[in-house]
């Protein structure tokens, strides 16, 4: 856009105020505000506007201290390296064996994250279950129960508990191979769901018990337990509802980690799901998703210490989600201490969200492709996060599918590659003493020294 | 491939009639069987209820409070448990007809998807929390979050019920012949709600609303179906006003 | 987190079987809370006289032989005290016939590092870490007699498992309290307390109640007017007994989710958190059960 002379009033503002190019400014030698930076700006505008808070999927976008503040210390003199493609590193984990009669047994330890029929399409949700079949991983249902599509494609598939119990009935349980008590995820610790109406048809609807159309409101502590004294008593029943076979998670929002890891494991989780502030979201409050919890990188050493100091760690199994994005980032949270980790916006790209090939679509949202965040809105063009039939058409399951399930193996194949050039035959031999961190902030979240150093800032 | 849907779950807006089906329906009682749980595990119970076929007939003893008792029944027997049961007792229950001749704990009957489960004493907090579908009926008090998101179960209570009752209720009717506490149906959806005594406080976007012959009939039935027999004139009816349906600025305080 | 058990004996009759009746209740709430545990007992012979303060102590090794903590405390205190130091399981109780605040100085100067967990002319307490059946069983429970009793057994949620971080938490002349669910502002009344010249133990939430309780109760409130004050102040989750020489008081948080069952008869008034553990009391088929309605203070005296 040019800059005219005179003022726009902001309610005449043609464009948004963000849109303006940064070499327009700096012609102009205008300066922008630190703490009324332009997306600030347009926020305010935006409240004043509708009197409505912005909801928006996607997760935090604020820049947290991540995976990427730390790098790996491949192995030379001291220690030795394996043959990269020759020798062999195991990438298997198995979940859930505490308790469960069944535990699952998995070929990589990269897991789909919980994500919702009602959110995602049904065309998504198979191919999230075929991507994750293809490769001999879970994947995961969400608020608003299981679909035929999903646990028909779904070899591994962890059923969730939530509070909201939208579609949860016993046949459903019997079926899962897994039950996840959600508490919180990463996005929203301490808040609970919501689904707009624009994504409640007849389907969502039914499955949810709801009139079509509504603002679906999910709550946010479960109706018949609170604290860990209670929820020991839930898993019990859980328990014997599916005669102890079906391992059971216990998902947090990563908020105190050190405590809920301890409480999960003392109320008698076989496995512990840590969802990190990166963490997406279908929808929620933005002031939530960027304000509350913590980042994945701070999480994981707390819940590593807690389940250490019960003499737990590797028997009940930790996974981690919130901003996998690598080989790297999956290498790097196991050495911290994870055993397998969780990937949901990740997998939704790998399905083909936020494609450039629809670029001109989401320029008409008011978007861009690598930017589109409505997924409350229903009208992705990638027919992902839409209920719409023409849209969510779009999507064939087959080859989206196809195309997670070959991100999943690269993914694999880079965490291998790193493990091997640590020495490792397999994942879970890596450890903290593996890595270095670039900042000092990383360093004192992940407690592994300032590279070139042996200082780990807080550490005693 | 298999279906994920159980049948009671696959309607929203509209209304299902209570499924009621009890053991005698599904044919004579074929044999009786008793557990003492003085001396025998819960889990060697609720797994001989899960091998059990239609038409046994279960007594459970020296109960004492246990947790998780005759949870995940999912064929057409009976269970009578002579005694009070502690947490979730006739969890997830689908077909069958369970009585416990004592009081309930915690979570009664979660998310009950059909047949019927009838407490002779009291029950405590969030008694058929998440029910989907068949009757509950208590004969005494329930107490705080009875129903609570419940999604179609029926619950017919002879004495009174605690706050926060039929919060975010979605679907299914609440009977209750006593009075109820605070903040009755907060949150609620289409389930519908009757209170015989008085409701110390109606919650966020729950109304009453006016009595007609349709629910005059219904609440007859529910009333019978529970052996009860107060009049259906003398009760009120509750539900949503629908105002909090769609996001509004300016319902922003009801949130 | 936690499980409580309480019990008042309206009936002297009952009193020789306090600790039996007890113990039975404590087994049943064990998994609410496997971390560590905690008992007061009111007016244990053996343990507690009239007309005498006793103090327990956290520990039954002070680091110092009994008789040498006798001789230290006599040196301190009147002649006519009768200073008696003895070992009760895990616990050591320090008695003397002279006012408590004046025992706790003599206690707190000879063993100044020494945890003090009870103190009054009635009550007992006993608390440790482990297997609450355990401590219970190494106290001889079991076999005391009494008024009141109170137990409970902790799953620690935010403060460190330690014998000093599990309830009853007993501030005051024969208060005990104990707590279950978690208070989520005690670090602002816990600052505001200090200010007042409050002094902790412990970075337990619970203590905060009950140095709050303590505090109203200093100023004149009664037990039913420190509670309704404690709902005002402290925001959270909670469901507290209280126990004084002669009273127990039940409140809940308004929200009420964690559990309580009361049973009241002629002879007694016992409360759990579930009701498996007062299933075996006696008279329990003929007991008015109920839950404690939400924010309501219920007080029971002897």
């Known amino acids: 856009m040019t800059i005219t002379s005179e003022p726009i009033p902001a309610q005449n503002m043609p464009v948004p105020v963000q849109d303006i190019p940064a070499s327009d400014i700096a012609a102009l030698g205008l300066r922008e505000s630190s703490t009324f930076d332009r997306a600030t700006i347009a926020d305010i505008q935006r409240a004043a506007a509708t009197g409505v808070y912005d909801i928006r999927g996607w997760g935090a976008k604020r820049k947290v201290p991540h995976f990427d503040d730390l790098l790996f210390l491949g192995a030379s003199m001291s220690r030795y390296p394996l043959e990269g493609y020759r020798e062999k590193c195991d990438t298997d984990v198995v979940l859930g064996d505490r308790y469960a009669t069944r535990p699952l047994h998995l070929q990589t330890p990269v897991t789909i994250a919980g994500m919702s029929f009602g959110a995602l399409s049904a065309n998504a949700k198979e191919a999230l279950g075929r991507g994750a079949s293809e490769v001999g991983t879970s994947t995961t249902t969400g608020d608003g129960g299981m679909t035929p599509e999903e646990r028909g494609q779904s070899k591994h598939l962890v059923y969730q508990y939530l509070p909201s119990r939208y579609g949860m009935n016993p046949d459903d349980l019997r079926k899962a191979d897994a039950i996840e008590i959600v508490l919180g995820q990463g996005a929203k610790p301490g808040g609970g769901g919501m689904l707009l109406g624009q994504k409640i048809t007849e389907r969502v609807a039914g499955m949810r018990t709801l009139p079509v159309g509504i603002d679906q409101r999910s709550a946010s502590r479960h109706p018949d337990w609170t604290g860990p004294d209670d929820l020991e008593i839930k898993i019990g029943e859980l328990r014997e509802i599916t005669d102890w076979k079906t391992p059971i998670y216990v998902k947090i929002g990563a908020s105190r980690p050190y405590y809920d890891t301890a409480l999960a494991v003392k109320s008698g989780a076989d496995v512990v799901v840590v969802d990190g502030m990166q963490g997406g979201t279908a929808a929620t409050q933005q002031v939530f998703i960027e304000n509350v919890g913590i980042p994945t990188l701070a999480a994981i050493p707390q819940a590593v210490q807690a389940l250490q100091e019960l003499g737990v760690h590797r028997k009940v199994q930790l996974i981690v989600s919130g901003g996998i994005r690598t080989g790297a980032d999956v290498a790097k949270a196991m050495a911290l201490g994870a055993d397998a980790v969780a990937i949901g916006t990740a997998a939704l790209i790998a399905l083909g969200d936020n494609d450039p090939s629809y670029a001109a679509e989401y320029a008409a949202l008011g978007s861009a492709a690598g930017f589109y965040d409505d997924f409350q809105d229903g009208r992705d063009p990638a027919g992902i996060t839409t209920q719409d039939p023409e849209l969510a058409s779009r999507l064939d399951p087959v080859a989206a599918g196809h195309r997670l399930a070959n991100y999943l193996r690269v993914l694999t194949m880079e965490a291998q590659t790193i493990a091997r050039a640590c020495g490792k035959s397999h994942l879970h031999n890596l450890e903290p003493e593996d890595l270095v961190a670039l900042t000092i902030e990383a360093s004192a979240m992940a407690r592994v020294p300032l590279a070139g150093t042996s200082w780990i800032p807080g550490a005693k | 491939m298999v279906t994920l849907t159980a049948p009671e779950t696959s309607t929203a807006a509209t209304h299902q009639e209570a499924e009621t089906v009890d053991a005698s329906s599904a044919g004579a009682i074929l044999d009786t069987f008793s557990v003492d749980l003085a001396g025998s595990p819960v889990r060697e119970l609720n797994q001989a209820l899960h091998n059990a076929v239609d038409g046994q007939a279960w007594t459970v003893t020296t109960p004492e409070g246990k947790h998780s008792l005759a949870v995940g029944i999912n064929a057409h027997v009976t269970v009578t448990i002579d005694g009070h049961a502690g947490y979730y007792a006739a969890g997830m229950h689908q077909k069958g007809d369970v009585t416990i001749n004592g009081n309930a704990g915690v979570g009664l009957a979660e998310n009950i998807m059909s047949g019927r489960v009838h407490v002779k004493g009291d029950a405590s907090q969030s008694a058929a929390a998440t029910g989907h579908g068949g009757l509950v009926v208590i004969d005494g008090n329930a107490s705080a979050r009875c129903g609570i998101s419940m999604k179609g179960v029926d619950i017919v209570v002879g004495g009174n019920i605690g706050h926060m009752s039929a919060f975010m209720a979605q679907a299914g009717r609440l009977v209750v012949c006593g009075d109820a506490g605070d903040a009755l149906g907060d949150s609620i959806y289409e389930a519908r709600i009757y209170v015989q005594g008085t409701v110390e406080s109606l919650g966020a976007d729950c109304i009453e609303k006016p009595m007609k012959a349709e629910h005059l009939a219904e609440l007859g039935e529910l009333l019978t179906a529970a052996g009860r027999t107060d009049n259906p004139a003398n009760f009120k009816r509750y539900g949503s006003a629908r105002n909090l349906y769609h996001f509004s600025v300016h319902n922003s305080t009801q949130y | ?302």
């Open chain 3, 1 to 302: 987190m936690c499980g409580i058990a309480a019990l008042q004996l309206r009936n002297p009759l009952l009193h020789p079987q306090m600790g039996s009746l007890l113990s039975s209740m404590m087994c049943q709430i064990v998994d609410r809370g496997p971390d560590s545990a905690g008992v007061a007992v009111y007016n244990t012979p053996g343990l507690v006289s009239p007309g005498t303060s006793t103090l327990s102590l956290l520990g039954k090794d002070q680091g110092v032989p009994l008789d040498a903590i006798t001789r230290e405390l006599e040196k301190l205190l009147p002649s006519s005290a009768a200073t008696a130091v003895r070992v009760v399981g895990d616990t050591t109780l320090v008695s003397a016939a002279v006012g408590t605040d004046l025992l706790v100085k003599a206690v707190s100067e000879t063993l100044p590092g020494s945890t003090i967990i009870g103190r009054g002319e009635h009550v007992a307490v006993m608390k440790s870490v482990g297997h609450p059946m355990e401590i219970a069983a190494e106290h001889g429970l079991e076999a005391m007699a009494g008024s009141q009793g109170l137990s409970h057994t902790r799953m620690a949620t935010e403060s460190a498992v330690t014998a000093g971080g599990s309830h009853p938490f007993s501030v005051a002349d024969d208060l005990c309290l104990v707590h279950n669910g978690s208070f989520s502002n005690h670090a602002t009344v816990r600052r505001d307390l200090k200010r007042e010249g409050v002094v902790f133990d412990s970075e337990n939430d619970t203590e905060v109640g009950a140095r709050y309780v303590a505090s109203r109760l200093q100023q004149g409130d009664t037990l039913e007017e420190a509670l309704v004050n404690l709902g005002k102040v402290l925001d959270g989750f909670y469901t507290l007994v209280v126990t004084t020489a002669d009273s127990m008081a039940v409140v809940r948080d308004p929200i009420a989710c964690k559990p309580a069952i009361i049973a009241e008869t002629d002879d007694y008034v016992a409360m759990a958190s579930e009701y498996r553990a007062l299933a075996a009391l006696p008279g329990i088929e003929n007991a008015r059960i109920f839950e404690p309605e939400p924010g309501k203070v219920y007080t029971w005296s002897l």
